[in-house]
Every structure is written in structure tokens, then in C-alpha cells.
């Protein structure tokens, strides 16, 4: 397994953007998939954005395309999820996941490795 460490959640008001990390320890991120879920409280743990070992395959929740953007940096083993046009529902801890062998998949049983979740709150 990778060791995940996310950084750059906070709080922004509606409409905002915030630019979120997952640094990769242990293990170089060329090695894995890695993808971005977000829990709010007393709900399910929600797919957002998932991009592929090389960069190449990238799969997004229809409900961020078009307003998130995620990209992998292998040569600093990151991983960035580019958030923008935020609305309030979006309130979450977000979640850096990865796993050597996931196709970009939305289901969360698919990664092995997590880290341990950025707070993310959007003002109204």
C-alpha cells in the first residue's frame, strides 16, 4: 500500500474554487490509479474523479464534469483535484484513495490505500 496525505481543503463561499493535493509517500504514484471520493455526514462515501497510472484515462461524476479538474503529477507523486463554481452540498470531507489495479473506478472497494480526508466546507 501507498501512504496518502491530502492538504488544501478550507472553507469558500458559493460560487468559489479551491485547488486540492494527495502527496503519495512510500510508493511512486506511477504505480497506481488514484481517485477523489467525499463523505458529508450521515451520508455515503461519494465518487468525484479518478485518473489512471499514466494520466491517460480520466473519469469524472457527472455531477463535477465540467467544474473539477483532476491531474497527476508522477515526477512529484501528486495527485490535484481543481475544484471551481462550488455550491454548498458540496460540504464534505474529500478523500484521496489509491490502488495499483482500479481502471479509474467509482466504487470505492476498488482502492486499497486512503488517505485521511481533507474538510472542505462551502459557505451560502
Known amino acids: 500500500q501507498v501512504q496518502l496525505v491530502e492538504s488544501g481543503g478550507g472553507l469558500v463561499q458559493t460560487g468559489g474554487s479551491l485547488k486540492l493535493s494527495c502527496a503519495a509517500s512510500?510508493?511512486?504514484?506511477?504505480?497506481?490509479?488514484v481517485a477523489w471520493f467525499r463523505q458529508a455526514p450521515e451520508k455515503e462515501r461519494e465518487f468525484v474523479a479518478a485518473?489512471?497510472?499514466?494520466?491517460?484515462?480520466?473519469n469524472y461524476a457527472t455531477s463535477v464534469e465540467g467544474r473539477f479538474t483532476i491531474a497527476k503529477n508522477n515526477a512529484r507523486d501528486t495527485v490535484y483535484l481543481q475544484m471551481n463554481s462550488l455550491t454548498p452540498e458540496e460540504t464534505a470531507v474529500y478523500l484521496c484513495?489509491?490502488?495499483?489495479?482500479?481502471?479509474?473506478?467509482?466504487?470505492?472497494?476498488?482502492?486499497?490505500?486512503w488517505g485521511q480526508g481533507n474538510q472542505v466546507t462551502v459557505s451560502s
Open positions: 512510500g510508493r511512486t504514484f506511477r504505480d497506481y490509479d
Open positions: 485518473v489512471s497510472r499514466s494520466g491517460g484515462r480520466i
Open positions: 484513495a489509491a490502488a495499483p489495479y482500479a481502471s479509474v473506478s467509482y466504487i470505492p472497494s476498488a482502492y486499497d490505500s
